[in-house]
């Protein structure tokens, strides 16, 4: 199968990741895959908890880390944040993208729910980013909103919802067309025929590039 960075063509320089239902799993993905021809970093621009998989680094002196990446390839790069988790870095992203081949930003939370809509504050989108990505589950469709969508008050507000009608695909499309946050959609935790069908009428009604797939799978295509 290709490469998830080679299907979402990943290039050099910074790529944030919005959305929900599967962003920190992508850009683990993505890193793991592009450290085999560069240097990676991986970050936040707001909140994350710090990888077991991979070196956590929360310095501010840029010889440090590019020192650290010549010898370990792929590192998490932040600040020690509440919670146990990480903040965004230090060193500004410019910085890091002057030090790595390639920095993946995780850019907004959502709770760990499977679709969210954004506020005028959100995401937190690095002004290098070359790419935007976002990410949203399979799994909240069928569901009321209230239940599968972080922030479901701005989700409704933008899909003509109500907040217990259950979440359609043509909801989610006019979110994201309303949002107009990114440049490709990946539509996540496609698990069988009915989200299969769900991912190409979002492919259908969206005029970006679309994939969907199962990240923790393993599997991916590109529908449009």
């Given at each position: 199968?290709?490469?998830?960075?080679?299907?979402?063509?990943?290039?050099?320089?910074?790529?944030?990741?919005?959305?929900?239902?599967?962003?920190?799993?992508?850009?683990?993905?993505?890193?793991?895959?592009?450290?085999?021809?560069?240097?990676?970093?991986?970050?936040?621009?707001?909140?994350?908890?710090?990888?077991?998989?991979?070196?956590?680094?929360?310095?501010?002196?840029?010889?440090?880390l590019a020192?650290?990446?010549?010898?370990?390839?792929?590192?998490?790069?932040?600040?020690?944040?509440?919670?146990?988790?990480?903040?965004?870095?230090?060193?500004?992203?410019?910085?890091?993208?002057?030090?790595?081949?390639?920095?993946?930003?995780?850019?907004?939370?959502?709770?760990?729910?499977?679709?969210?809509?954004?506020?005028?504050?959100?995401?937190?989108?690095?002004?290098?980013?070359?790419?935007?990505?976002?990410?949203?589950?399979?799994?909240?469709?069928?569901?009321?909103?209230?239940?599968?969508?972080?922030?479901?008050?701005?989700?409704?507000?933008l899909a003509?919802?109500?907040?217990?009608?259950?979440?359609?695909?043509?909801?989610?499309?006019?979110?994201?067309?309303?949002?107009?946050?990114?440049?490709?959609?990946?539509?996540?935790?496609?698990?069988?025929?009915?989200?299969?069908?769900?991912?190409?009428?979002?492919?259908?009604?969206?005029?970006?590039?679309?994939?969907?797939?199962?990240?923790?799978?393993?599997?991916?295509?590109?529908l449009s």
């Amino acid at each position: 199968m290709e490469k998830l960075s080679a299907l979402l063509r990943v290039r050099p320089g910074v790529t944030a990741l919005v959305g929900s239902g599967g962003k920190t799993t992508a850009m683990y993905q993505l890193a793991s895959e592009l450290a085999e021809s560069g240097t990676v970093v991986c970050a936040t621009t707001t909140h994350i908890f710090p990888p077991s998989h991979m070196p956590v680094w929360t310095e501010d002196d840029p010889e440090t880390l590019a020192a650290a990446l010549k010898a370990q390839r792929c590192l998490c790069v932040g600040a020690p944040g509440p919670e146990g988790k990480l903040s965004a870095p230090l060193l500004p992203i410019a910085a890091l993208a002057g030090i790595a081949d390639y920095v993946l930003v995780e850019a907004d939370g959502a709770r760990g729910l499977p679709l969210k809509a954004h506020l005028p504050h959100e995401s937190v989108i690095p002004p290098q980013a070359g790419d935007v990505i976002l990410v949203a589950g399979a799994s909240g469709l069928g569901r009321p909103a209230r239940e599968a969508v972080h922030r479901p008050e701005r989700f409704c507000e933008l899909a003509g919802l109500p907040l217990d009608g259950a979440v359609t695909a043509r909801a989610l499309a006019a979110v994201i067309r309303a949002e107009a946050l990114a440049g490709k959609v990946f539509f996540n935790q496609v698990e069988g025929r009915e989200d299969l069908d769900n991912a190409w009428t979002l492919a259908g009604l969206l005029d970006v590039p679309f994939y969907a797939g199962a990240l923790q799978r393993g599997r991916w295509i590109c529908l449009s």
